[in-house]
């Protein structure tokens, strides 16, 4: 198991090393002057040259990267040409809140999931399962801006049980302020394994196992949880973990809505200012977390399905 | 399979970023739908009743000081307004006027080239008194192009600078300046403590402020929230009347509405025009529509034919039907503009706007270089609702006469760069709070948009009418103030009839508060005088 850990680790380099060169030279490619977004509309070209030397962005692309590489191995990111101070301690904090909310939301995608996945996998074609089916559909195909707002208009501003936007300073106000993000993420990602789970758990079925471990007279709940539900889960791990990967740079929209600290909104925020250092020590992070959550779904997998580890 | 769904993932954040990059602002402003909104009284009535002492004021904002709280260079209104209430200026801002600040009271020679400031009793946040040292440094610093290197063309007439005693400075100009004590109002020229700022650099004290102004900086975290306290100090006796102001930053105006609507913010800025009625209507609120120092147009490239004959732009004016759009998209919070800049000392009421006339626009685009019509690119910034929607009236109108307009969405970043050195469309238009005038003179905005050589080949346009800028450079040279409301005049009537742009509107500052905050008001220049609030009940 750790070779196997470590063949994986080893594998993800190139692949980060192939991220960042590519958000690298993409960003570079894009017209538009950090300089000139810096100093504002009304500066001189002077000024701007000035800048751009003192940012040393007249270097050569080469030059440029040499220095991001040589920094980020020492995890020194430089300072965000746009909001003038250190990028590692400023990213300390966001990373907080965006892991802390995926988190959050995919325990709630999976307590919703999970249990409408047996319930309409056993029911196949019956109410319950249209009801369900129809459930996901609505959730999945509501736009989170507007899902957002629904739920502030609904339990903030209605009934006053949550915050509305913002962050708090203390545990208890993180978990209060997140739930509302945490819930519209979740009842986007939950269909998403719903449907997964539901055909798994409907293929698993009808398999010959369960066929015998029915007929060695196991209790058929022992037999959908114990049995069914493991060997479904395999798929759906492996969408999970995609999505989270994925989900990791689409929080920008919510962390917008809901006035959260996160990475997403710096991202866009660095991208649209041309901030070079920003958006490099950005990729760099989102590319590490992409890589490590696939090697954590890989191990579930492995974990669920020992043939994988072979 | 590994790899390859690493791989998918790459693939996946490289969209994102690209989308990203490309697609524009996730934050566009204002977007549009909704009944229509009654022209609101500018400015906010003072409330009535005694202030009362103490108490938090929650602000929700779109922006968020991001870039730092040092006043030299500070680029965007992020910062500024924050800085504002941070730092004081030797001569203040007060609404339309200026009034003494850290200077008591000044004295000008009969040459009006050399000028006197008394200093008040004054201490900044940290205890130590504002002495004539700090003055001298502080505008020393506003005037070296090295170090202000965003404002210091606002300094530039500054000569040497004299301490006379510990509450006397003595400032001798180059040349006379007309816009001097305007421009030494700037937050750029913020009187800062010396023995600080010498001691920690422009970087720590950008996170670190110290000043003599209503408040100090108690916690600062980008792009999250902003706490200030009251400066002990404070030289206004009584004042400020408040504890404690929050800035929070909530980017998305919905959220921003609904924060206030259930109490969990005392004020929001940046209401979208669409909401200002149904705000107008909830009980607890109220809706401030204040006047700014902001404004809208279509910019011209007037190098490019056939936008070089006066007679085509004049024809795309008279076709340009603003009465229309300030209804159906700004919701009639805005003003018809008569001039190329926005609306600030010198504004002439007298003289007319273009009327909507296809007729006369016909008419004059006939006798042009350009009579069977002709294609124009309108380069606009991508995500406005606000832009988007005058872009496609206008393309209506003017493909009337026979102008086919390509509207070109883009991120206004890189829009602006290319625009500014001739590499854009045929014409242009900015965001409405993309530009607006950060003195109470029109001497900085009025140069930018008619002075070729003032550093932004005039916002774009290249215009270049050597009248116009002898006459900017008559108003200049003198502080006889009747002298240069005429020339100022001038300017505007001239600039129409050349219409380097087509003035859309002077727009609107748009808040709004819980009825418990009194006092509070927006300047046109775009701050607010928290210092001047205090919480009822």
Request: charged content about 20%; hydrophobic content about 45%; some cysteine.
């Amino acid at each position: 198991m750790t070779g196997y850990i470590l063949r994986r680790i080893v594998q993800a380099i190139p692949v980060l090393i192939g991220i960042t060169l590519a958000s690298f030279l993409l960003i570079h490619l894009v017209p538009g002057d950090p300089a000139r977004i810096i100093l504002g509309a009304r500066a001189t070209p002077q000024a701007i040259a000035d800048l751009n030397h003192q940012l040393g962005l007249d270097r050569s692309l080469v030059a440029q990267y040499g220095d991001f590489v040589g920094g980020a191995v020492h995890l020194n990111f430089g300072e965000s040409i746009k909001q003038n101070t250190a990028i590692g301690p400023l990213l300390g904090s966001r990373i907080g809140v965006t892991l802390f909310l995926l988190l959050y939301a995919v325990i709630i995608s999976i307590i919703v999931a999970v249990p409408l996945a047996i319930v309409s996998a056993l029911r196949r074609n019956r109410p319950a399962d249209h009801g369900i089916r129809l459930f996901s559909m609505v959730t999945f195909a509501m736009p989170s801006f507007l899902l957002g707002l629904l739920l502030i208009l609904f339990f903030s501003l209605k009934l006053g049980w949550l915050p509305t936007a913002g962050y708090g300073d203390t545990l208890s106000e993180h978990v209060k302020s997140l739930t509302l993000p945490a819930i519209t993420v979740g009842l986007y990602l939950a269909p998403i394994l719903l449907r997964t789970l539901r055909v798994g758990i409907i293929e698993t079925l009808g398999t010959e196992f369960v066929e015998a471990a029915r007929a060695r007279g196991l209790s058929e709940r022992r037999v959908v949880l114990k049995h069914v539900l493991r060997n479904s889960l395999i798929s759906t791990v492996t969408v999970l973990g995609l999505n989270v990967g994925f989900l990791l740079s689409g929080l920008v929209i919510i962390e917008n809505v809901f006035a959260l600290p996160g990475m997403g909104s710096e991202l866009v925020n660095a991208i649209l200012a041309r901030d070079y250092p920003m958006v490099q020590a950005l990729t760099l992070i989102f590319g590490v977390a992409v890589v490590m959550i696939n090697l954590l779904t890989d191990l579930i997998y492995a974990e669920l399905d020992p043939r994988v580890r072979l | 399979m590994m790899s390859r769904r690493n791989g998918a993932a790459a693939v996946a954040l490289i969209a994102a970023l690209v989308l990203a990059a490309c697609g524009g602002s996730s934050k566009s402003s204002s977007t549009n739908a909704g009944s229509q909104a009654d022209n609101a009284a500018a400015g906010t009535p003072k409330s009535g009743g005694t202030p009362k002492t103490g108490g938090t004021l929650v602000f929700a904002r779109s922006l968020d000081a991001e870039a730092g709280l040092n006043p030299i260079n500070a680029p965007n209104n992020g910062s500024i307004f924050t800085i504002q209430q941070i730092f004081d200026q030797l001569v203040e801002v007060d609404g339309n006027k200026l009034a003494p600040g850290l200077a008591e009271s000044w004295t000008h020679s009969a040459d009006a080239k050399t000028w006197t400031f008394k200093l008040r009793d004054a201490k900044f946040s940290n205890g130590s008194p504002v002495t004539a040292q700090d003055v001298k440094f502080s505008i020393d610093r506003f005037a070296d192009p090295k170090i202000n290197t965003n404002y210091a063309t606002l300094g530039s007439s500054i000569g040497t600078i004299k301490v006379i005693d510990p509450k006397t400075v003595q400032i001798k100009l180059k040349e006379v300046d007309g816009a001097f004590l305007e421009n030494i109002a700037m937050f750029a020229a913020a009187i800062v403590p010396k023995a600080v700022v010498e001691k920690i650099g422009d970087k720590a004290f950008a996170n670190k402020p110290i000043g003599s102004g209503p408040f100090l900086v108690d916690k600062y975290q980008r792009r999250e929230e902003t706490v200030l306290k009251r400066n002990p100090y404070y030289w206004r006796k009584g004042q400020p009347y408040l504890d404690e102001v929050q800035f929070k930053f909530v980017p998305d105006a919905n959220t921003r509405t609904l924060e206030l609507r259930s109490g969990q913010v005392d004020v929001a800025d940046g209401i979208p025009y669409n909401q200002v009625n149904s705000l107008k209507g909830a009980s607890g609120l109220k809706v401030e529509v204040a006047d700014s120092l902001k404004w809208d147009s279509i910019f011209f490239d007037t190098k490019k034919k056939p936008l070089d004959d006066v007679k085509v732009r004049q024809a795309l004016a008279y076709a340009t039907p603003t009465d229309q759009i300030l209804k159906t998209v700004l919701f009639g919070n805005g003003q018809v503009a008569n001039s190329q800049i926005p609306r600030v000392k010198y504004w002439d009421e007298s003289v007319k706007p273009y009327p909507f006339d296809p007729d006369k626009a016909k008419q004059l685009l006939s006798q042009s270089s350009a009579p069977s019509g002709f294609n124009l690119e309108l380069q606009i910034p991508s995500g406005d609702a606000v832009e988007k929607q005058t872009a496609e009236i206008i393309k209506d109108e003017w493909g009337k006469i026979g102008v086919k307009v390509n509207i070109v969405p883009r991120d206004f970043g890189t829009m602006f760069s290319d625009w500014l050195s001739g590499k854009g469309g045929d014409a242009a238009t900015f965001p409405g709070d993309a530009l607006s005038s950060d003195t109470l003179s029109d001497d900085e905005i009025a140069a930018l948009m008619y002075d070729p050589k003032a550093g932004l080949s005039s916002l774009g346009t290249f215009y270049d009418n050597p009248k116009v800028t002898q006459l900017l450079k008559d108003a200049k040279g003198t502080i006889d103030d009747n002298k240069r409301r005429q020339d100022f005049s001038q300017v505007q009537t001239i600039g129409m009839q050349d219409v380097p742009s087509v003035p859309l509107f002077f727009t609107k500052s748009v808040s709004a508060y819980r009825d418990k905050v009194n006092n509070f008001q927006t300047y046109p220049i775009g701050w607010w005088p928290l210092r001047e609030v205090w919480m009822g009940s």
